[in-house]
């Protein structure tokens, strides 16, 4: 069975920094493209980053570039997320999604909250 | 950079027809899938490449694309298929994009 499973969240005070793990099992990880997806507070859908299979191709959304780095290790069958320089409208629920062929978000999380608050 | 366009809000009777449109410059072009987001839940995939389903959706859902807009479709509507639903694409050089989610109400 597919899962992937996030954690690492929480709350951290604005300028903070929080890594995100979403761990993954049931599927060949490293013939897979990921991403991360929040989600704010009663908000919509906002993707935040994408890496290639083998981490050589990586994209971020406006929102978070230089800030935020995304990472993976295939031998740990793990993606990161490393959240520097943290403001208030990080706060949102991150969902780390397995990425099918470059067509669609097959497999989600059940989601990290972070919180950016002091 | 590139934006989809979604009606924040449908409402559709019980047993009809709801349509939610996703707008984009020169969407027709791209392969949009469609996303159904229930309370407290994670997304769940509902058509891909415009109009796919994925095994174990009910053939009610289907979908469209041409031109700037790609329709999702929900024919017979139930109870059950209320919720938020997320149109996105991949757009060349910037990557995935989701479009702002419709609100689907069965009154």
């Known amino acids: 069975e597919v899962q992937v499973v996030e954690s690492g969240g929480g709350l951290v005070q604005p300028g903070g920094s929080l890594r995100l793990s979403c761990a993954a099992s049931?599927?060949?990880?490293?013939?897979?493209?990921l991403n991360w997806v929040r989600q704010a507070p009663g908000k919509g859908l906002e993707w935040v980053s994408y890496?290639?299979?083998?981490?050589?191709?990586?994209y971020y959304a406006d929102s978070v570039r230089g800030r935020f780095t995304i990472s993976r290790d295939n031998a740990r069958n793990s993606l990161y997320l490393q959240m520097n320089s943290l403001r208030a409208e990080d706060t949102a629920v991150y969902y780390c999604?397995?990425?099918?062929?470059?067509?669609?978000?097959?497999?989600w999380g059940q989601g990290t909250l972070v919180t950016v608050s002091s | 950079s590139y934006e989809l366009t979604q009606p924040p809000s449908v409402s559709v009777s019980p047993g009809q027809t709801a349509s939610i449109t996703c707008s984009g410059d020169?969407?027709?072009?791209?392969?949009v899938c469609w996303y159904q987001q229930k309370p407290g839940q994670s997304p769940v995939l509902v058509i891909y490449?415009?109009?796919k389903r994925p095994s174990g959706i009910p053939e009610r859902f289907s979908g469209s694309n041409s031109g700037n807009t790609a329709t999702l479709t929900i024919s017979g509507t139930l109870a059950m298929d209320e919720g938020d639903y997320y149109c996105?694409?991949?757009?060349?050089?910037?990557?995935?994009?989701f479009g702002g989610g419709t609100k689907v109400t069965v009154l």
């Open positions: 999604a397995r990425e099918h062929v470059g067509v669609y978000f097959d497999y």
């Open positions: 049931g599927f060949a990880f490293s013939n897979y493209s």
């Open positions: 890496i290639s299979s083998r981490g050589s191709t990586i």
């Open positions: 020169k969407l027709g072009d791209k392969y």
């Open positions: 490449q415009d109009g």
């Open positions: 996105q694409a991949w757009v060349i050089g910037t990557a995935w994009v």
